[in-house]
């Protein structure tokens, strides 16, 4: 998400280099399994719904997160033996911690959280409802939220933003830093002309909603999960940063009262990533810093291996996108300097062998961006200025120059019919290569719908002369974003439109799929084999199902908050779906796995065996009841 400085480099085949485990030991493998389950109810013995227990080993790398069903029930997959840390936690209750040592002789002791309301539960909210607190009841009042989100809520969430409070000289002095720093917080970027043009409405109407007086929003907890929803099983792998090698993250998002992490040390990085035939995770790494590129996750242990390309510049090559095709073989882009910067290159990698080869476009064509996918036909597709393609037996790239200059900085698939799509969201356009003929052409994106009604002339005016960026929309935008690939259409998210939208890849008719709960921001999806596709909320702490055939959604609440999950895939290699993101901002890889009610049954059966025990509160509250 960063400019990329393009630099002209020849074809190049690189040996590995593999650097030191990170710290993430494994896990041993204990010789008990049990069970661990219990009730969470409110202060007046109410069973409570949707709640989130999590549970950790202590010493390990490994948390995994369940939800309680109607009754105020959860239960555990079955775990290893060992001692554990156990906590829950619902917006607007103080969080019940228990500690709890799980083995095969020990007799059924279920581990009851009872959960006390709290007054103040700001800092415990997620994006969306900070966002539906912002008063939105007449024109002014949309428009200026609207500004706001595409404005403040891109390169991290709204609730990070609002969570505090400054007076409007506090706010604007925050603004004009904005202005000058890119994505990853380096200063030092030319003024950006939207955050200009809007600092002192969006400075006053920040002061009127966040300034140090008492806040006038209402805000009001999103209801917890239910249903399908509440049956997700969440395991987090919590990964060393690449800045700091040595040690886990400080700020993990796993405590909601912390509120909204701001990047703790060094945390920021973990983005695209697949899951090869054996199940571990490979994750790129977007950041610059001198010790990955990108890392292999044994999900069985937690164990984290870095691999280290060396840049000229001291820093590990960078990389940000990552696919895999049909034969199990990863491409990954893959940049000549740290981070994104320096001239892109088409990464392959085996990960049976752990070998791979660097294929780099001719200096007369666009090189690799930020984003790879696999088409139906095993070609590499990766965006440039406009698309390039890479065809695996021949060896040969293939440049598509957008009509439209610029377009294609970001997001690109590959379609059934091995012909390719690429967008960027700061320009309303999407591209399409067709690969037979060698031509380009696109599909210009209407203005945001409903946006006419709340702009004013002034509004209008600069939205013609200025242009929306990576991370700034002028108030018109759609803000096309990542894409994927599905049959006979391809999809896109809008992420200024809190949208996404799924083209025909033969008629070309655009159809528009809003957003599954208000204020929720659509980033990255996939499509499962069973034709659901799965969407990231980065902002929202949230991931979304799809089904495209009757547009119901599902929305699955992730256990962390401030994750700032960026890209979404699924694993093609297990029976089950199973779907994985990648934690920015909060360095995790996560998997979600999906309960039936009929394996939820089974396992409240188990339970009247269940190998659980429970020591004393360690809040010496309401934490955990007798």
Request: overall charge neutral.
């Amino acid at each position: 998400m960063l400019r990329v400085n393009w630099l002209i480099c020849a074809a190049t085949l690189l040996s590995l280099t593999v650097v030191r485990p990170s710290p993430a030991a494994p896990q041993d493998k204990p010789a008990s399994r049990g069970l661990l389950a219990g009730t969470v109810r409110g202060a007046g013995g109410e069973p409570m719904e949707g709640v989130t227990v999590s549970a950790a080993k202590v010493g390990g790398t490994i948390t995994t997160s369940v939800y309680t069903d109607d009754r105020g029930r959860y239960f555990f997959p079955i775990a290893p033996g060992g001692k554990y840390r156990v906590w829950a936690q619902a917006v607007g209750f103080q969080a019940g911690r228990a500690d709890a040592e799980l083995n095969s002789a020990t007799g059924r002791t279920p581990l009851n959280f009872t959960l006390t309301a709290i007054d103040n539960f700001e800092r415990q909210l997620t994006s969306p409802e900070w966002l539906s607190a912002l008063p939105s009841g007449n024109r002014e009042d949309m428009r200026l939220k609207l500004i706001f989100m595409h404005n403040c809520t891109t390169c991290h969430s709204a609730a990070f933003v609002l969570q505090n409070k400054f007076d409007e000289a506090g706010w604007k002095a925050i603004l004009a830093r904005m202005e000058t720093i890119n994505v990853y917080g380096k200063a030092g970027e030319p003024p950006n002309p939207v955050i200009r043009h809007y600092t002192e409405e969006l400075a006053g109407y920040l002061f009127r909603v966040r300034g140090p007086e008492p806040s006038p929003l209402q805000i009001k907890p999103l209801p917890r999960p239910s249903g399908d929803a509440a049956r997700v099983v969440v395991t987090e792998f919590n990964v060393p940063s690449a800045a700091n090698p040595d040690e886990l993250v400080d700020q993990d998002g796993s405590d909601w009262s912390g509120g909204i992490p701001s990047g703790g040390n060094g945390s920021a990085g973990l983005h695209d990533l697949t899951i090869d035939g054996n199940g571990n995770a490979w994750v790129t790494n977007g950041t610059e810093n001198r010790n990955r590129s990108f890392l292999k996750l044994d999900v069985e242990t937690g164990k984290a291996t870095n691999f280290r390309l060396p840049a000229p510049n001291g820093f590990a090559r960078g990389t940000h996108g990552i696919a895999q095709d049909r034969n199990g073989i990863i491409w990954a882009n893959i940049f000549e300097l740290g981070g994104t910067f320096g001239r892109g290159s088409l990464l392959r990698l085996d990960p049976k062998t752990e070998k791979y080869e660097v294929y780099t476009p001719p200096a007369d064509m666009g090189p690799v961006g930020i984003s790879v996918e696999v088409d139906g036909k095993g070609k590499i597709w990766a965006t440039s200025d406009g698309a390039v393609v890479f065809d695996p037996a021949s060896k040969q790239f293939t440049w598509f120059k957008p009509l439209t200059p610029g377009t294609g900085g970001y997001g690109v698939t590959g379609d059934s019919a091995g012909n390719g799509w690429f967008c960027q969201p700061g320009l309303d356009v999407v591209g399409i290569a067709d690969f037979a003929s060698k031509k380009t052409s696109e599909i210009r994106l209407p203005a945001r719908p409903g946006i006419e009604e709340i702009s004013t002339d002034e509004d209008r005016q600069f939205d013609q002369a200025a242009q929306s960026s990576f991370t700034n929309g002028i108030l018109s935008a759609e803000g096309p974003r990542r894409m994927a690939a599905q049959g006979d259409y391809v999809w896109w998210s809008n992420w200024f439109a809190q949208s996404i939208s799924r083209a025909n890849i033969r008629t070309r008719e655009v159809e528009y799929f809003h957003a599954p709960l208000p204020d929720l921001s659509p980033y990255a999806m996939i499509a499962d084999r069973n034709g659901m596709l799965w969407v990231a909320m980065p902002n929202d702490d949230r991931v979304a199902k799809l089904d495209p055939a009757t547009h119901q959604w599902t929305v699955y609440n992730l256990p962390s908050h401030g994750t700032n999950t960026r890209f979404i895939t699924v694993d093609d290699h297990k029976n089950s779906v199973e779907v994985w993101e990648a934690s920015f901002m909060t360095s995790k890889v996560v998997r979600l796995q999906f309960r039936t009610r009929q394996e939820l049954q089974a396992l409240a059966s188990r339970s009247g065996a269940a190998n659980v025990a429970r020591t004393a509160d360690r809040n010496g509250g309401r934490g955990a009841s007798r």
